[in-house]
């Protein structure tokens, strides 16, 4: 097996499946999870009986956390990145990088950082969603790899150090927060109506809507009209629907 750095922390790639509970990503909060905890209060028991990276107390950092016990991988907590991408940006290429086989581990009890990502890219169709460090996408490498942690998520290497994660299939893992509805049949046309909302709620397109620019808006309820003209009952769906009427209306008041 080999070595990768997560941050600053060398990590032993040991025989292993991925993690037993299915990636969540929790679109209203940003979140791809996947961890043995469905609440607040045993996602902090959680934290405070494992390593690794995160802390219970800044929520806002990405976590990594392994078993006190084996050092083996136990849970992920990662956060979508604010900035999207460029439009000439294709960061798809991730997928066809080298797998690496096994799971990563540490000494048990060891505590890192983890480098935060920093830009965000969403296949069109919605077959992958890609999260990268800055040096992820700034940088140029030798070799790239990709360990899979969870279903349909990897962590990514550059030249054996950890720049980011991609989720494939984000529509299948949709989910309320905490308890969710992941896995959920492919839906062609949901995949495409989420690459959509990537590329709409940008941080600076945040921002031009505070300061009065209401063309950013109006494309968020053009996709909002074709979402609920669409309407049933699947799950996914209806989380999509209602994270929008929430974004637009909470955006709404800052032009009348």
């Not at 460029?86 to 060891?110: H, I, K, M, N």
């Not at 460090?133 to 790899?145: C, I, L, M, N, Q």
Request: aromatic fraction near 6%; proline fraction near 6%; include cysteine.
């Amino acid at each position: 097996m080999e070595d990768i750095l997560l941050g600053e922390m060398p990590v032993r790639v040991v025989a292993g499946g991925p993690l037993p509970s299915s990636a969540r990503l929790s679109l209203g909060d940003l979140l791809v999870i996947s961890g043995p905890y469905r609440s607040a209060d045993e996602h902090e028991r959680h934290v405070l009986e494992t390593s690794g990276a995160g802390t219970w107390i800044y929520n806002a950092s990405d976590e990594l956390r392994f078993s006190l016990d084996t050092g083996e991988l136990a849970s992920v907590w990662l956060r979508i990145p604010g900035s999207v991408a460029p439009d000439s940006a294709d960061l798809g290429s991730w997928l066809t990088a080298g797998r690496v086989e096994g799971q990563p581990a540490v000494a048990p009890g060891s505590n890192f950082d983890l480098p935060p990502g920093s830009v965000r890219w969403c296949e069109g169709s919605g077959s992958v969603l890609v999260c990268l460090t800055d040096e992820g996408y700034s940088g140029d490498a030798a070799v790239r790899s990709r360990l899979r942690i969870a279903q349909d998520l990897n962590v990514l290497m550059a030249d054996g150090r950890y720049v980011g994660w991609c989720l494939e299939h984000p529509a299948r893992h949709l989910s309320n927060s905490w308890t969710g509805h992941p896995n959920s049949l492919e839906d062609p046309e949901l995949g495409a109506w989420l690459a959509r909302y990537f590329a709409l709620t940008d941080d600076v397109v945040f921002e031009a809507i505070e300061d009065g620019d209401g063309t950013p808006l109006d494309r968020l309820k053009e996709l909002r009209a074709d979402v609920h003209r669409e309407e049933d009952g699947r799950p996914s769906r209806r989380i999509l629907r209602e994270v929008l009427d929430e974004l637009i209306d909470w955006h709404a008041p800052a032009h009348g």
